[in-house]
């Protein structure tokens, strides 16, 4: 079992910046790929980011391409989403998640544990 808390979330406004983090805990952190998705109201979730196990490779929605960075510290246990010039759009509750297949997969099928969401409100 993994547990996954995220934090850092809550309001700015439009152009500013936040950066979430997810401390995980229980099996070794490093095995796995990180992900981060997003749950807009009255939408579905929706892949953000994701993380191999090694850091060494990232991969990113379009819409946040350029804006979002995803990083991690395995000796922290961590992983980080940092978001740049935040839209309106962007708010959302902000879901980590971890893989066991270790890459930075853009399917929540593929996901086997996910944290509790935090939530990420941008006023215009």
């Known amino acids: 079992q993994v547990q996954l808390v995220e934090s850092g979330g809550g309001l700015v406004q439009a152009g500013g910046s936040l950066r979430l983090s997810c401390v995980a805990s229980?099996?070794?952190?490093?095995?796995?790929?990180m992900g981060w998705f997003r749950q807009a109201p009255g939408k579905e979730r929706e892949f953000q980011a994701a993380?191999?196990?090694?850091?060494?490779?990232?991969d990113y929605a379009d819409s946040v391409k350029g804006r979002f960075t995803i990083s991690r510290d395995n000796a922290k246990n961590t992983v980080y989403l940092q978001m740049n010039s935040l839209k309106p759009e962007d708010t959302a509750v902000y879901y980590c998640?971890?893989?066991?297949?270790?890459?930075?997969?853009?399917?929540?099928?593929?996901?086997?544990?996910w944290g509790q969401g935090t939530q990420v409100t941008v006023s215009s």
């Open positions: 993380i191999t196990w090694s850091g060494g490779s990232t």
């Open positions: 229980g099996r070794t952190f490093s095995y796995y790929g």
């Open positions: 998640a971890a893989n066991s297949y270790g890459s930075s997969r853009r399917n929540q099928a593929d996901y086997d544990y």
